[in-house]
């Protein structure tokens, strides 16, 4: 049977990386590769990796150049690279693992899949612990849900997501990359975006995307506050600049409210962002708004200029 799916690891830690590995040698269907791409890790995986080679079809390569601590969405490309000639991969962190029947219940859905020319495909999740204990409720979504309501349960009504709970297309991943963001921070939530064109994401609840919070990786609580604080900064700037036509009036009122509250919380307010933002508060909040919008803008930025 020609495999349809590859697991691609971008590898680093290896505190974890055995119950990652377990966690696919347990699958109820096996028609998957996996591929591990090792960024220069002072951490040797091989002992692991041959423990693990009877159960699983594993390509394995060591990368002599750390591009992680550069740029980690370049680390996933050149991990990706490794495919040969699967349609749909998994990006799956060295400390995540997948329910038993994750693989499966992805076959069990194909023709579905197929039968409306979906792309992103994603599953419930769960937080762990350093010592796999679930921290979280399970996080589960409508079978069929727009990418609008998506993104608004994700930014703005308390969901998760995490790159690991996420099937995607090659053919979308090579049309549209991942973006280039420091710390790989949100280029997820662009890619679902982008990889879906916009259309509607596919949930398998039946199976669960298990994410890893720990000292060790990049989600943990209070780590790099200021960069990832930045990082979403951005992440919205494109949002607004690039797609905000494509989201319905209540959920663009929203993300143009996130965007001015993250541009005053990192003193970013110029009147370059109010030339580029008042014709929007205009079209989606009306004159009264976008003069309320104007004076707070004076008063946080444009006054210091």
């Not at 960024?39 to 060591?62: C, G, H, Q, T, V």
């Not at 009147?271 to 976008?290: A, T």
Request: charged share 30%.
């Amino acid at each position: 049977m020609e495999h349809k799916i590859a697991v691609v690891i971008p590898f680093y830690k290896i505190a974890f990386f055995e119950e990652c590995l377990s966690s696919l040698a347990s699958q109820s269907n096996k028609n998957f590769n996996v591929y591990i791409g090792n960024d220069a890790s002072n951490e040797d995986p091989n002992r692991i990796i041959e423990k693990f080679e009877r159960a699983l079809n594993i390509s394995y390569k060591r990368f002599e150049i750390n591009l992680g601590q550069k740029s980690l969405t370049k680390q996933w490309e050149r991990c990706l690279a490794l495919i040969e000639k699967e349609e749909w991969f998994i990006l799956l962190g060295d400390d995540d693992y997948l329910s038993d029947n994750y693989v499966q219940k992805f076959y069990a859905n194909i023709n579905l899949i197929k039968k409306y020319g979906l792309k992103v495909v994603r599953y419930a999740s769960q937080e762990i612990n350093e010592k796999g204990e679930v921290i979280s409720k399970r996080f589960e979504h409508p079978v069929f849900q727009t990418f609008n309501d998506a993104f608004s349960m994700r930014f703005f009504e308390g969901s998760r997501s995490s790159l690991s709970e996420y099937i995607f297309s090659v053919e979308q991943y090579k049309k549209y990359g991942f973006r280039d963001l420091p710390l790989a921070w949100h280029a997820d939530d662009l890619a679902w975006l982008e990889y879906s064109e916009f259309g509607d994401i596919f949930t398998i609840n039946k199976a669960t995307a298990f994410f890893r919070i720990s000292t060790l990786n990049i989600s943990r609580p209070n780590y790099l506050l200021e960069e990832k604080a930045n990082t979403q900064y951005c992440f919205f700037e494109i949002i607004v600049k690039e797609y905000l036509n494509k989201f319905d009036r209540n959920t663009a009122r929203k993300i143009l409210k996130r965007f001015e509250l993250l541009t005053y919380n990192l003193n970013k307010a110029s009147f370059k962002f109010w030339k580029f933002n008042i014709l929007y508060f205009l079209k989606y909040f009306g004159l009264f708004e976008s003069v309320k919008f104007s004076r707070r803008v004076f008063l946080k930025g444009i006054k210091n200029e």
